[in-house]
């Protein structure tokens, strides 16, 4: 299945991204489908991440993660964290096919994020929602 | 699952190597990270077992320039072949638009390549997709290791074995000193992208 985003949505989804998390100090931002691809990205500019690897790694261990949940009788685990000594990592599943991972610092605190995160899911899920097509 | 990017003009194509273990997927990415590096921003990405075994997958993005306006971007993925490792490689194959299957054309490894393409055909169907209808390359591998007297199938035979049924392109090749690597590669792009171009009409 292919899968078409135009310009309108994919603004729409940037201001999102945008506005929740690159003005809370969140370094990097993004918006992949389950694939690996990679829909939309923001960063704050200061951080040079390869994006396009980081999304094929973060499908897979989303991947992972998610069929460790089935083999315990969860349906899945749809948030993923992992902390580093300066940057962590936040995943987060957008409907069935999407996740949004976010790259942030000590400054950004874990419970104010997942706010955002959890605010955004929705905003991004009712864009994708009302203009995707297959 | 291919990503049209209409803002950016922009298609996001998967392609999955697959096929029997030690039968040289990641060879094949390697010598396509060695011959293309101008074009490779990153560096290849690879999961390994510590006895230098594929044990999630290896990753290479790779640029292909402009198709009719768009900047394609190819994902080349492989998988784990161990038969262990078959919720793993379920796992790659989710969303894939093209498949190189490398089979290893070593008389003893007949067995395994049938096997392979099998559980190829089981796990694509787990995401609704056929084997008969996804686009497709075989690569008849290791055609080099005749020089050395190790006993091969003959092309004939792997057709037979594997071929006779799907009718996919098949090409003979050497991952491992270059021979016809970026052929399939080009033979996996071009069908991948013909699909893609149908799917939009």
């Known amino acids: 299945m292919t899968y078409v985003l135009g310009q309108e949505q994919l603004d729409a989804i940037e201001e999102v991204l945008e506005e929740d998390f690159t003005n809370i100090g969140v370094s990097c931002v993004f ?14 500019g200061k951080i040079t991440h390869d994006i396009y690897s980081l999304a094929a790694l973060a499908a897979g261990n ?14 899945e685990f749809s948030i993923l964290f992992h902390k580093g000594k300066k940057e962590s990592i936040h995943f987060s599943k957008v409907m069935m096919d999407f996740l949004l991972i976010s790259i942030f610092d000590e400054k950004v605190s874990l419970g104010f994020l997942r706010l955002k995160v959890s605010d955004a899911v929705d905003k991004i899920a009712t864009i994708l929602d009302h203009q995707m097509k297959p | 699952m291919a990503f049209v990017n209409l803002k950016k003009k922009e298609v996001q194509v998967k392609i999955v190597y697959y096929g029997p273990g030690r039968g040289g997927k990641t060879t094949n990415l390697e010598y396509i990270y060695e011959t293309y590096n101008d074009r490779i921003k990153t560096e290849m990405i690879a999961i390994k077992t510590q006895g230098d075994r594929t044990l999630f997958f290896d990753f290479l993005p790779f640029e292909m320039g402009k198709i009719m306006g768009y900047d394609v971007k190819i994902q080349l993925y492989t998988v784990p072949g161990q038969v262990k490792y078959d919720a ?22 007949r067995k395994n390549n049938m096997l392979s393409l099998k559980n190829l055909q089981d796990n694509l169907a787990t995401y609704k997709k056929s084997i008969f209808k996804i686009p497709l390359v075989l ?9 050395k007297g190790i006993p091969l199938l003959s092309c004939e035979s792997m057709e037979k074995d594997l071929n006779s049924r799907l ?16 052929q399939t590669l080009k033979q996996i792009i071009t069908l991948t992208m013909a699909a893609l171009e149908k799917e939009f009409k």
């Open chain 1, 31 to 44: 918006l992949i489908d389950m694939a690996g691809n990679v829909v939309a990205s923001q960063d704050s």
């Open chain 1, 62 to 75: 989303f991947g992972a993660v998610s069929t460790m949940a089935k083999i315990i009788g969860e349906d």
């Open chain 2, 88 to 109: 793993t490689r379920r796992l790659v194959l989710r969303g894939v638009d093209g498949v190189v299957f490398v089979a290893d054309s070593m008389a003893v490894r």
């Open chain 2, 139 to 147: 690569q008849y591998n290791k055609r080099d290791l005749s020089d």
């Open chain 2, 167 to 182: 009718k996919v392109p098949s090409i003979e090749g050497s991952a491992l000193n270059g021979q016809n690597v970026v």
